[in-house]
């Protein structure tokens, strides 16, 4: 390493390398957990098929009935559910900032609750 792109630890630019570092290895490994998952849901269901049956629907060489169950039934559903969780994660997101624990406003706090409610 030169010294010209040495950072020293406890600096803030080490600080802000050190946390991308971390997003980029978070999301990488939950990119390929939501694949494995997709993997799982094409596979599994009332008429189990198996990957290489996936794999070969997926590039045009299954059987009619494979593709039938791949690409009208499942596939669809997959579709719209990483679409919801999508959609879901950024109205999330976006919320945050106005709800959640950084609200300020008194009606959202655990104490304006009544007594009979709080679980």
Do not use: K, N, Y
């Not at 999301?27 to 993997?39: I, R």
């Not at 799982?40 to 996936?54: I, K, Q, T």
């Amino acid at each position: 390493m030169s010294a010209a792109t040495a950072v020293a630890p406890g600096t803030t630019a080490h600080v802000r390398r050190a946390r991308r570092a971390r997003q980029v290895r978070v999301g990488v490994v939950l990119a390929v957990l939501v694949l494995v998952a997709c993997g799982v849901s094409l596979c599994l269901g009332e008429a189990a098929v198996a990957p290489a049956d996936v794999l070969r629907a997926l590039v045009g060489q299954a059987d009619e009935l494979t593709h039938f169950v791949i690409f009208d039934l499942r596939l669809p559903r997959l579709e719209t559910g990483l679409l919801v969780g999508a959609c879901l994660g950024v109205s999330g997101g976006s919320c945050s900032p106005w709800c959640g624990t950084r609200s300020r406003a008194p009606t959202s706090s655990a104490s304006r609750v009544p007594r009979a409610r709080q679980a």
